[in-house]
Each structure stands twice: as C-alpha cells, then as structure tokens.
C-alpha cells in the first residue's frame, strides 16, 4: 500500500509493463451485474448502516460475505482480502468512516469510495500477499458489517446482505477463489504479481473533484474531523496560499509563521527543504532497532541535516506531516525490508529497512491533496531520524512539536 515516504529498492522491475499502474495491467474482469440492474445500482448491499467514528460494529460471517462476492472476490470493485477473513465474527470500533481516501498510484489525489468503513486496529499483515510488511489499514464495505452496541447487541434492523448471481454455470465465490484472486500471475521479471486493496485502489474508486467541498461536511458528519481540527487546517492552508512561504523567496513569511506558532507552541514550518547537495550516500546510524523498543524522534533542524533538497535521505522521502512527531517518544512497531509495489503488484526489497512507530501515521492535516485522509497510512523512518529511549517506560507526545495541537487525537489513542 502507500507509504509515507518510500525508500530505494533492490532488484524492483523496471520493465514498462511492470511499472504500469493497476487501471493498465492485466486485472481481473469486472464483475457481472444481475439482469435488470443499472450499471450504478449496488448489487449485494443491505441497508447502509452509515457508521460514524466510534460506533461499534461486528464482521459478519464468512458464508456471508463470501455471498455477497463475485467470483474474483469484489463488490463494487473493492477486492476483499485474505487476510480479512480473521476478523470475521469479531466486534470492533469504527475508526472512521471511509468516503474517501488519497490516491497514490497516480498523481497524489484525493478519490471518493462508496460505504467504505476503516476499523480501529485492523490492518493487513501481508500473510495473504507473500508476507508484505507495509501494514496497511483494511477498507470494508457497509455490506460485509453489522451494526451493533458494545454488548454485541444489534442496533440496526436485522438485513441480510443479497447473494451475487452466480453466473456461467458457477458456484459464488469461495474463499479459495479470494485467496487465488490475491495472485496476479508474474512481472516481466519472473516475479510473482499480487493484487490488494491498494494495487487496485483505483478500481472502486472516483476521482474527487477538486472544488468538492461536500467531503469536509462528510469528515464532520461522520465525527472523523472535529470543527476544531477543520479549523487549525483552514487557517493553515489560507496562509499556505496568501503566504506562498514555499517560495525560495519566502523566508520573511516562513519567520513570521514560526514566531506566530512559538507563541502559543505550534508547530513551525513544516514543508522546509534539507540541507545536503546529495544523500544518496547520507550517514544511515544504524541501530538495528526491534518492536518493542522505545525511541525519540530527533529534533526537526537535525534530520533536516541529513536530508537533500528534495527531503530526500537515500531515496527515502521525510514529509511534512511528520514534524509535528519531531521530539516525542514512540514504541516501534516493525522493521520495514520488503513491501508490495502498488503500481506494479511486484514485492520489492529496500536497500535501508526503514522503521514504523505505533500510533504514527499521515493524518492529513497538512497536505492539499490528501486532506483529512483517514487511510492512516503509517509514517516510515530512517533510523538516523531516530535515538534510544531506554528511560522511557510509555510512549508520550508531550514534549513532541504538535503536542498542543496537531497530536490531541493521538493522546486519546495512547490512553
């Protein structure tokens, strides 16, 4: 899936086919649709149940969502996935509601989804697509959820999801038939080809247009933003664009924006540009970090030192929806080796494993294009972002650059 800043890679394809992006390569066909049904019509929905940020909902059964799949494993385009099935029967929390998301395989947009739902803590652990270590959050479909109060009852009318017409003499669609669907044959290369959420993204999604200001009243609706929240954005962007403190020229308003935030403990500048000429041969400071362990992210002017002037460090992107974490102390989740390509579906291998920090990911608070995203998509870090905490016993952001603002939500994730 997409990642916050991705690094180079070692023995990827480069070959045209295998670069394509997924709406070029050899997919699977689209769905059939049941006689007497317009093209728009959803097929295998029940009634909507619209969740919201912080209601509960339970999974439904295996034989149920399998019957509301066509045989490559998709409604509505979005594929479900292998890895999904061990949720099933299980009562979790809406994260948030997923009505749209950013589009990483072309150009950096934002794109609209129908009944998408993402689920506190569930992400995919690669155990379906050749053990992908990205971990990405899982969309589901309104369809394949019910529901319920956090005693398990169901609060929403008992509906039962529309089997998929079987079609050509075939049974609907088994859970082999969702593992196979995980395989798209091999690259150019040799290499196994997979296909997921995040290779097919584009599939059962829409282009968000860009004047489409329905999508803030959805992120309030749906309690994925607060108005606050909404509010700190806006007054950003507005001085992003009045401002223009991205230009080489822009120094006199990049001071002013910093002295303004020092007052009240804001987070300074965060799209400035690094300081080397070159980092393809940057210090790495490896410290072989493991999950478990506690680090600080380092101060925002000494990774800046360690960063071209692309922000770039050996490939690997640092970006400004990261700053605001500069100067907090983390647990580290994984160690990142290998990841699936989403353009090309191919497992590729980082040359410098980056590192991932539990609760750390974009949260769209800064960035245009993927404005209020709720994909979470995990922020990675080069370990010479990175010291040892060995005196630290919890995660805290309190001494990190967004404590005041920008990380409130996560203080309610860290408990």
């Known amino acids: 899936m997409a990642r916050i800043g991705e690094g180079p890679v070692a023995g990827d394809d480069t070959s045209t086919e295998a670069g394509l992006a997924r709406t070029a390569g050899p997919l699977a066909p689209a769905p059939e649709r049941a006689p007497g049904r317009s093209p728009g019509e959803a097929r295998s929905h029940p009634i909507a149940i619209r969740s919201c940020a912080g209601d509960w909902v339970e999974v439904r059964s295996k034989e149920e969502i399998l019957a509301t799949l066509d045989e490559n494993g998709r409604l509505d385009g979005m594929p479900f ?115 997921c959420q995040a290779t097919d993204f584009p599939l059962y999604t829409k282009l968000m247009g860009r004047w489409n200001f329905s999508q803030f009243a959805e992120d309030l609706a749906s309690r994925n933003v607060g108005l606050g929240t909404m509010a700190m954005s806006a007054v950003y962007f507005a001085y992003e664009n009045l401002a223009r403190p991205r230009s080489r020229f822009g120094a006199p308003g990049r001071w002013f924006y910093n002295v303004f935030q020092s007052l009240w403990g804001g987070v300074p500048y965060p799209r400035m540009w690094g300081h080397l000429e070159d980092s393809t041969h940057a210090p790495i400071y490896p410290l072989d970090l493991q999950p478990g362990e506690f680090v600080r992210v380092k101060p925002y002017e000494q990774i800046m030192a360690t960063l071209d002037a692309r922000n770039h460090h050996r490939g690997l992107y640092f970006d400004g929806e990261m700053v605001p974490y500069c100067g907090g102390v983390y647990r580290v989740r994984a160690r990142v080796d290998h990841f699936l390509d989403e353009k090309s579906g191919v497992m590729r291998t980082m040359k410098t494993p980056a590192v991932i920090l539990e609760n750390v990911w974009c949260r769209g608070r800064i960035s245009g294009k993927r404005v209020f995203c709720p994909r979470a998509i995990y922020c990675w870090w080069r370990e010479a972002w990175l010291e040892r905490a060995p005196e630290a016993t919890a995660p805290t952001v309190d001494t990190a650059l967004g404590a005041r603002a920008y990380l409130r939500e996560m203080r309610e994730e860290l408990g």
């Open 81 to 195: 996935m292998p890895e999904m099935f061990d949720y099933c029967g299980k009562r979790i929390r809406v994260a948030k509601r997923g009505h749209k998301s950013c589009d990483t395989i072309h150009p950096l947009s934002s794109r609209t989804l129908k009944d998408g739902v993402l689920l506190e803590g569930v992400r995919c652990d690669g155990a379906g697509h050749g053990g992908c270590q990205a971990l990405c959050s899982v969309f589901w479909k309104e369809a394949w959820l019910r529901r319920v109060d956090a005693d398990g009852a169901e609060l929403a009318p008992a509906s039962v999801p529309v089997p998929f017409p079987a079609s050509g003499g075939r049974e609907r669609c088994t859970e082999e038939d969702v593992e196979r669907a995980a395989r798209n044959g091999v690259s150019a290369s040799g290499k196994p080809r997979w296909q």
